[in-house]
């Protein structure tokens, strides 16, 4: 641990030369260049992209190569990615859910602003949060139900529901009141989520309970969807909500986006998410019709 | 499986870098998705200095994500992209999907593509039945070979140096009644294996999961992945599996073999 704290603290804010390697960091380059298209590279255009000299780029290629990284196709001279790639980093991640992806970026949240951090979904006209990570304040159990328009990650996930969806909820459901200042009346909801869907983020300003404060930003998954929301929420009159929009506005939607990244970078992955088959649309070769019998 | 350099004469020092630097994301499993520079130090048999080092120029590329002051690190965008590039791209897989997808539409049960992946079964394509496996089985995602029907085909397709060395790899713990659980055993099956060209899991890797794979080979005629039919022990009985079931996957991959010669003979993309 004290070498690691040596090392830690040896090291400022030293920017990306000084811990810098460069064969490494060519190498990355390289992988990080043929993942971005969607065919493999000859030597010639990996030096035109990269900056390289031939020399240069035909000696990264060969270490991955020789590594099984890349394999080199020899009539067309292509380098391409091989199912190796799968393991830096790929399978690790790939069977995690939501909140496991999304947890580390809330700890960082919690971390940097020693504020109560949520990620919450929608149900009903309620919210659920499946992860909270709490300043020392009380805000009920893991998997109680808030109502989502007194809560700003509430008003988030409605905000971007399909217009329909939002609509019969605004109409079907009998609002409550917890505080004088709770929004219960649809139009003046309408317009509170129109609101939060324009501006990226979502507050609350004693809502649910006088002097509590909360602010929200959207995560979407690869399709655009909205599939939760992360929330700082602070009680105790410490803040005016001027300040928390000032203090934890960027915070909040800079986590929010990067969990979303993470989302959007595992998926669309296959033909069920849009890309046309490649060989053109696919028939049953006729023998196969056959299997269907039973 | 990437080994150590051999042939390092022309660019030890690159080799080296380039295979430490990646060894860091190999650290990295479903288990253990988030490391320190400590686990990481310790993974890589290294000074905590040279990790750090490395770990800096990951996350410097996105290979990395560092969370908490820098103690903890995940895998970065870069590298899930990598991954998910590295499937998609692959001629393979390209070669693969219409007839996937028409043994799927004429069998109605879950079709998967499979390759072995130091010792572990990686599913790169999937198309599922709804309601047969409960479990959220994803692109990308590993499962053990001595238990399933494509880690028996792909083992028992192997070269017999590779062979031992993936069956070193296998816990062979019993997941069922039926898991073979020996080497011996193993060994006997994957002969019978290679003898009748598919393989079966009958209930071996769970109560009630039924397969059979059949062998897809590339242009120098070596098998590089299987493709599988999985389903409930429920609706599929042995005798379909070792029959019509067996005779399907088979089709299904000599004909996406011959599409990988095809493309391989026309030097390029379809």
């Given amino acids: 641990m004290t070498v690691i704290a040596k090392i830690q603290s040896g090291e400022t804010a030293a920017g990306t030369s000084r811990y810098h390697i460069t064969a490494l960091a060519r190498g990355l380059q390289l992988l990080a260049m043929l993942a971005a298209r969607r065919s493999g590279m000859t030597v010639s255009a990996i030096a035109a992209e990269s900056g390289w000299t031939i020399t240069t780029a035909f000696r990264v290629a060969s270490t991955l190569c020789h590594l099984g990284y890349l394999e080199h196709d020899k009539r067309s001279?292509?380098?391409?990615?091989t199912y190796h790639c799968l393991s830096l980093g790929y399978s690790a991640t790939v069977s995690l859910e939501l909140t496991e992806i999304a947890f580390p970026d809330?700890?960082?949240?919690?971390?940097?602003?020693?504020?109560?951090?949520?990620?919450?979904i929608l149900a009903g006209a309620d919210i659920i949060s499946t992860v909270r990570l709490l300043r020392s304040e009380r805000?009920?159990?893991?998997?109680?139900?808030?109502?989502?328009h007194a809560t700003p990650n509430g008003k988030m996930l409605i905000a971007h529901l399909p217009a329909r969806d939002q609509e019969r909820l605004l109409t079907g459901t009998r609002w409550m009141s917890f505080t004088p200042k709770t929004i219960v009346d649809p139009a003046q909801l309408r317009k509170e989520f129109e609101k939060a869907r324009l501006a990226g983020f979502a507050v609350t300003d004693d809502e649910l309970v006088v002097g509590t404060r909360g602010i929200a930003a959207p995560i979407f998954d690869w399709d655009g969807q909205c599939v939760a929301a992360v929330a700082i929420v602070c009680a105790g009159k410490r803040l005016t909500v001027a300040q928390v929009i000032e203090r934890y506005c960027g915070p909040v939607q800079i986590t929010a986006e990067r969990i979303s990244a993470l989302l959007r970078a595992r998926y669309p992955i296959s033909h069920d998410i849009g890309d046309p088959p490649p060989n053109g649309p696919a028939k049953a070769p006729p023998r196969l019709r056959r299997l269907r019998k039973k | 499986m990437p080994r150590t350099s051999k042939s390092g004469k022309r660019t030890p020092y690159q080799i080296d870098v380039i295979e430490r630097g990646l060894g860091v994301l190999r650290l990295f499993t479903p288990s253990r998705h988030v490391l320190s520079l400590r686990d990481i130090a310790q993974g890589l048999h290294c000074v905590p200095s040279t990790a750090l080092r490395l770990v800096r120029t990951l996350c410097d590329l996105g290979f990395l994500q560092e969370m908490q002051g820098r103690t903890l690190y995940r895998?970065?965008?870069?590298?899930?992209?990598?991954?998910?590039?590295?499937?998609?791209?692959?001629?393979?897989?390209?070669?693969a999907l219409p007839h996937l997808r028409a043994l799927h539409e004429s069998s109605h049960h879950s079709i998967n593509l499979d390759v072995l992946l130091d010792g572990s079964i990686c599913h790169v394509e999937r198309f599922k039945e709804k309601d047969i496996l409960p479990t959220a089985v994803r692109i990308g995602s590993l499962f053990p070979a001595y238990c399933t029907a494509p880690g028996k085909l792909l083992m028992a397709f192997q070269s017999s140096q590779?062979?031992?060395?993936?069956?070193?790899?296998?816990?062979?713990?019993?997941?069922?009644?039926?898991?073979?659980?020996?080497?011996?055993?193993?060994?006997?099956?994957?002969?019978?294996?290679?003898?009748?060209?598919?393989?079966?899991?009958?209930?071996?890797?769970?109560?009630?999961?039924?397969?059979?794979?059949?062998?897809?080979?590339?242009?120098?005629?070596?098998?590089?992945?299987?493709?599988?039919?999985?389903?409930?022990?429920?609706?599929?009985?042995?005798?379909?599996?070792?029959?019509?079931?067996?005779?399907?996957?088979?089709?299904?991959?000599?004909?996406?073999?011959?599409?990988?010669?095809?493309?391989?003979?026309?030097?390029?993309?379809?």
Avoid: W
């Fill in chain 1, 77 to 81: 001279g292509d380098y391409e990615l």
């Fill in chain 1, 139 to 148: 805000f009920g159990a893991l998997g109680d139900r808030f109502p989502a």
């Fill in chain 2, 75 to 95: 895998p970065g965008i870069a590298a899930i992209g990598l991954g998910k590039s590295s499937i998609v791209n692959a001629r393979l897989h390209r070669a």
């Fill in chain 2, 162 to 270: 590779e062979r031992a060395r993936t069956l070193r790899t296998q816990s062979f713990a019993p997941l069922t009644a039926r898991t073979i659980t020996s080497r011996t055993a193993m060994l006997r099956e994957l002969r019978a294996v290679r003898k009748a060209g598919f393989a079966i899991a009958d209930c071996e890797m769970a109560e009630d999961l039924r397969a059979v794979s059949a062998p897809v080979c590339d242009r120098h005629g070596e098998v590089v992945a299987a493709v599988t039919l999985v389903g409930s022990s429920r609706t599929i009985p042995v005798r379909m599996l070792r029959g019509p079931y067996a005779d399907g996957v088979r089709e299904a991959a000599e004909y996406i073999s011959a599409d990988l010669r095809r493309i391989a003979s026309s030097g390029g993309a379809p």
């Fill in chain 1, 106 to 120: 809330l700890q960082k949240l919690h971390d940097e602003t020693h504020e109560s951090v949520f990620l919450s």
